[in-house]
Every structure is written in structure tokens, then in C-alpha cells.
């Protein structure tokens, strides 16, 4: 409702609006007459919230006449946590919190009715550092020249339908302050993980992102192996230097606590005075214990 409103109010000028869905995120607090329909359950039901809830927003733009003037992106931050907790992340490997791409990889939807080509899809690397310098392009806001920007304007790959190339061919996968995988193109090299025999595939928890790391040398090629299952590590030699460079390069640029190397150009986090955070406690919906009120 507060999204809506948001949209209402300020229609007639230029606006952000950034909507973090708590769906699918744990605990699954699914309505009633969601979960009756559900074929999936308590996730599915809210699979089918975030769907509804897109549905309105979408409506909102159209009703205020402002569809086709306004970019929208759809996206997530990491992969299903799977579990038997009704997620899938189809045949890649890995869950969330991992540095395999069942734990990276999200689906990114952009729309805005002509100018992003209709039914386009890419496979190029973009990361969501990379909105950012992209949205403030789009928009001719200027960006900070006195720090490093992490992110790429990828807005030229957004507006053709031609197949240039992305000014992003690398990233460098970290669980944590641990330098974990890299990857260049098709070609991905695991270095580290960390050592759990009873799940190799690992989760976020503060003793799994500080347990010892185990060295782990894994070569995949995303283009015929997307699901990281045949290591050809041994078979190229040449392209296992290229990425080692890479990953030494990005060690001493931003550090890597596996092989404890700082980094030259690691900043402090950015701090604000008595934020506004994007969450607010409420006590009259407390949505955290939703799953123990179920007696489940």
C-alpha cells in the first residue's frame, strides 16, 4: 500500500522507488487463501504474493499513465536456500550462501516499454554493484570522482538489439572476506572452500565462514557445464594461470582473508547518522515468530 501511495504521490516527477520483498526469505509467512491454492505449499504461496504484489505495481504505473516512461527491474540477491523449503535452483549447483552459481546466480528482468527490446535476453555477467553507475547514466546524475566505483554502466547492452559485448568479462566470488572463486567469460575457477565433508556445497553461518579453508583446485566451463559438475582443471593448464592471476591480481587489490592479504584499496563501510532503516520492528506484527505460531 505504501508502494502505491509512493507511486500516486509522486507521478509527476522523477522517482526511486526500491521494493524489498521479504518473500521467499525465511520464515515463509504465506495468506491463508494463498496457501489453499499453493501446489507448492507455504513457498509456493508466497511466490504467488510476490507475483500478485508485481501485478499491482505494474497497475499502479499504468493507471497513472506512466508505464512507458518508467524502467523496471526485477531481480533477486542469491539463490534458493533449498532444503526441502520448496525453492529450486533448477540444475545449478549449490545453494544460497555458496560460491557455486546455484548460490549466485538470480534472474534479472528489465522492462521499459521502447527502449529495452521486448524478449531480448542476455547472458552477459552483471552484478547488482553494477545498477548504480547504470541507473545514474540513464538518468545523467554524476557519480563521485573522488572513489573508486565498483560497478559498470551496463546500460548500452539495455537499449540494442545487437550483440555488443559487455564491458564486464570478470568476477571474482567471495563468501565473506574469503576469496572463493573467479571467473573470466565461460571459464570459472574454484581456489578455496570452506571444509564441511557434510555438506560440501556449505552454508552461511558464522562458524562456516570462519572455519579453515580447504584448497579445493576446480576448473568449469559455464558454457558447456552450467552445472559445475565435470572439473576440467588438469585438461587447461593455461587458462588455470590466467584466472590464478586474476585472483592474485584481486587479492591485493581488495584482500583475501583465506590467504590473509588486506588489500591496498579496501575502504571503511560507509556510515549514516541515525539512518532510517528499510525495516522497522512492529509488535503488533511480529512476523518473526510466524512460523512457531503455526505449532509447527
Not at 59 to 67: C, P, S, T, V, W
Not at 108 to 121: L, N, T, Y
Not at 137 to 164: C, Q, R, Y
Amino acid at each position: 500500500e505504501e508502494a502505491v501511495h509512493f507511486i500516486r504521490d509522486n507521478k509527476d516527477k522523477p522517482f526511486f522507488l526500491y521494493f524489498a520483498h521479504m518473500y521467499v526469505h525465511l520464515p515463509l509467512y504465506a495468506p491463508e487463501n494463498l496457501v489453499k491454492t499453493s501446489n507448492n505449499g507455504d513457498y509456493g504461496a508466497c511466490v504467488a504474493g510476490v507475483d500478485w504484489v508485481s501485478k499491482v505495481l505494474m497497475h499502479e504505473l499504468k493507471k497513472q499513465g506512466i508505464d512507458e516512461d518508467t524502467l523496471v527491474i526485477f531481480t533477486s540477491d542469491n539463490g534458493s536456500r533449498m532444503q526441502n523449503q520448496g525453492g529450486s535452483n533448477g540444475n545449478l549447483r549449490g545453494i544460497k550462501g555458496t560460491t557455486w552459481e546455484g548460490g549466485q546466480r538470480v534472474p534479472c528482468i528489465m522492462r521499459w516499454p521502447g527502449k529495452i527490446p521486448a524478449g531480448k535476453v542476455r547472458s552477459d555477467i552483471i552484478s547488482s554493484i553494477d545498477f548504480f553507475p547504470t541507473i545514474a547514466a540513464i538518468t545523467g546524475a554524476e557519480v563521485p570522482h573522488n572513489t573508486i566505483i565498483d560497478g559498470i554502466d551496463m546500460s548500452p547492452l539495455m537499449f540494442t538489439d545487437d550483440d555488443i559485448p559487455s564491458s564486464r568479462d570478470q568476477f571474482f566470488y567471495y563468501m565473506g572476506n574469503r576469496l572463493e572463486a573467479v571467473r573470466k567469460g565461460k571459464w570459472k575457477l574454484h581456489i578455496t572452500r570452506e571444509l564441511r565433508p557434510d555438506q560440501r556445497t556449505g552454508v552461511v553461518t558464522e562458524k562456516a565462514i570462519n572455519e579453515a579453508a580447504g584448497t579445493i583446485p576446480g576448473l568449469f566451463d559455464l558454457d558447456a557445464d552450467i552445472g559445475e559438475m565435470n572439473n576440467v582443471y588438469h585438461d587447461h593448464p593455461e587458462i588455470v594461470a590466467e584466472l590464478s592471476a586474476l585472483a592474485a591480481a584481486c587479492r591485493e587489490d581488495i584482500g583475501d582473508e583465506a590467504e590473509g592479504v588486506t588489500g591496498k584499496n579496501v575502504r571503511p563501510s560507509g556510515h549514516v547518522d541515525n539512518p532510517d532503516t528499510l525495516t522497522h520492528y512492529n509488535p503488533d506484527h511480529p512476523y518473526i515468530y510466524a512460523e512457531y505460531d503455526k505449532g509447527e
